[in-house]
Each structure stands twice: as C-alpha cells, then as structure tokens.
C-alpha cells in the first residue's frame, strides 16, 4: 500500500499590499481591499487597516486569519496598557509591543507581514516594518504584501533613504508635503495593480497628523 503525502498547511496567504510613508509631521498609511486565495477572490472589499492607538494604525498583509488573532491580541494588550498607566501606548511603545508579540509565537508564527505607521512623542511621522517573527525597523517608508516587490523600488528611487550608517545620524523621515505623500501612494499601487493580480479593487489611505487621523479611497482595477 502506498503511502499518501500529507500537504494540509495551517497556513494561506490572502495577497494584498501595505505601503506607509512617515513625514515631518504626518504619517500615510495604505493598503488595497482585495483578499485572495490562489487565483480566486473571497471579497473585493476587506480592510486590511487597523487602529491600534490614536497614534498608531497596523496595515497587514499575509493570513488574514492570522492577522485578525494579532489584532485581537494587540487591543487586549493595549487594553490592559491604558488600565495600569491611565494613558495610550505611544506608536515606538506599540511598534515594541507588536515585535514581542510576533516573536512570542516565533515557533509557529502569526503568518502576517505588517507595517506601523504613526506619530512618536515629538508629533513626527514614524514607520516601523516588521518580518513574520518580529524583527523590525523603523524607517522612512515601507511596502509588504504581494506588490511590496513592484512598490519598493519605485518608493526607493523616489525617497531614497539617508544610510543608518552616516554619522551624524539623519532623519529617517521623508522630505514630502502630506499631499504629495498621498499622490505618490496613489501612483504606487496604481502601477502594481497593473502587474500583480492578488492587488486591485479599491484602495484605502490613511493619513495621521497633529489633527487626527482621516480616511480617503480611490478605486483601482478590478480584474
């Protein structure tokens, strides 16, 4: 009798693409709303955006099964965080938090790409990016997801990052208006769907600064 191979994975991943761009005193946050799985599409219209604080929004891709326990995780932490120090967790204390928790699970890992955006405790645009076992970085700008490999040199050549090995150490943040930041989100995923089939349908930007955070959509293609 032969042996049959067992191929059940725990995991899927559901495509989509996450971008954020940090400026001197805002921070955009973008992903598309299509959720996939092999070449069929579950919904058309899934945010992959979440709030995490009011200075800090979590855009995910990978497992969005996956994604939704870490999210639940994270508002239990930050519940008990606002309890003990009457206060919200500030986006660098947040960005902190989601690596312990990522690298927590390190031996069967929450499948889920993420990138933070928010303000720190100057009022600055901050971005940090994450791997699936909570190794991150803060940086300037950032991509994940299916298109990440069509955005990030596009994003690359545009806002070319000063090296973290310059001394004295600069800025990681973008030299951008908010306006153009957002122009610039739009023509990257405009151009990725084009290209990557797990990205499309509608885009959802969200931008922080001093004022609060606002939501905008554009529609993208959607075949």
Not at 10 to 25: H, K, L, R, S, W
Not at 27 to 49: E, F, H, N, P, W
Not at 128 to 143: C, H, I, L, W
Request: charge should be neutral.
């Amino acid at each position: 009798m032969t042996k049959q191979q067992a191929n059940w994975s725990p995991y899927d991943n559901n495509g989509g693409t996450c971008v954020a761009i940090a400026g001197a005193n805002y921070c955009v946050i973008a992903a598309d709303t299509r959720m996939s799985t092999g070449y069929s599409i579950l919904t058309r219209d899934y945010s992959k955006i979440c709030k995490l604080a009011d200075k800090s929004v979590m855009a995910s891709s990978g497992f969005q099964a996956d994604v939704r326990a870490l999210q639940k995780v994270l508002a239990a932490r930050h519940l008990i965080y606002q309890h003990q120090h009457n206060k919200q967790m500030s986006c660098p204390a947040m960005a902190q938090l989601l690596s312990n928790t990522l690298y927590y699970k390190r031996f069967f890992p929450y499948y889920a790409f993420n990138v933070l955006g928010g303000l720190d405790n100057e009022g600055k645009g901050c971005v940090f990016t994450y791997d699936a076992v909570g190794s991150y970085e803060r940086v300037g700008y950032s991509s994940q997801g299916s298109g990440s490999t069509l955005i990030m040199p596009f994003l690359d050549n545009q806002l070319k990052s000063p090296s973290p090995l310059l001394l004295p150490a600069k800025d990681a943040v973008t030299p951008l208006s908010e306006p153009e930041a957002i122009d610039l989100v739009k023509t990257c995923f405009a151009s990725a769907t084009e290209r990557d089939i797990y990205t499309g349908d509608k885009l959802e930007i969200v931008v922080l600064n001093a004022a609060g955070i606002r939501s905008e959509y554009m529609e993208l293609r959607k075949d």
